[in-house]
């Protein structure tokens, strides 16, 4: 009974070792889901982006006014302005006959904040995403 009592009393930090061992497995946890779901949001913004400066060159839109328009729709997201890129294709609105396609290209890096989740997947991620309309008119 005694040999038993004693063991018992030395387990006490058992449970500060089992913590020790968990903790940052469950922290590298909470920082991707925290990571998983910025590169998500912006991958959202910038998809939504791409669509709408393809609708805007599928109605007759300039490449400057695509330009501009997704720009002004990205700053109201609350993108950083100068690190976005945007390319629509053709490049010249005389290209662009009816029936024929425009494709709108943007791209976006994400700042990763948690320093081991950035070396997994690359500091800056870029979020690219590419969507492509047929021209009306």
């Known amino acids: 009974m005694f040999m038993f009592h004693k063991l018992r009393r030395n387990e006490k930090g058992q449970a500060i070792v089992e913590m020790a061992l968990v903790m940052p497995l469950l ?4 920082f991707g889901i925290v990571e998983f779901g910025r590169v998500l949001n912006t991958y959202i ?5 791409s669509r709408e400066g393809a609708r805007l060159g599928a109605v007759g839109g300039s ?3 695509i ?3 997704v720009r002004n729709s990205a700053s109201t997201s609350g993108f950083d302005t100068t690190q976005i890129s945007i390319s629509p294709t053709p490049t010249s609105i005389t290209k662009r006959a009816r029936g024929s396609s ?3 290209t943007v791209s976006y890096p994400v ?4 320093p081991v989740i950035g070396t997994i997947i ?3 991620f870029v979020v ?10």
């Open 102 to 104: 425009v494709m709108v």
């Open 27 to 30: 922290v590298m946890l909470l």
């Open 67 to 69: 330009v501009d328009f």
């Open 128 to 137: 690219k995403s590419q969507t492509t309309m047929r021209v009306e008119g």
């Open 45 to 49: 913004v910038v998809t939504n982006l």
């Open 122 to 124: 690359g500091d800056p």
């Open 111 to 114: 700042d990763i904040i948690a």
């Open 63 to 65: 490449d400057t006014a």
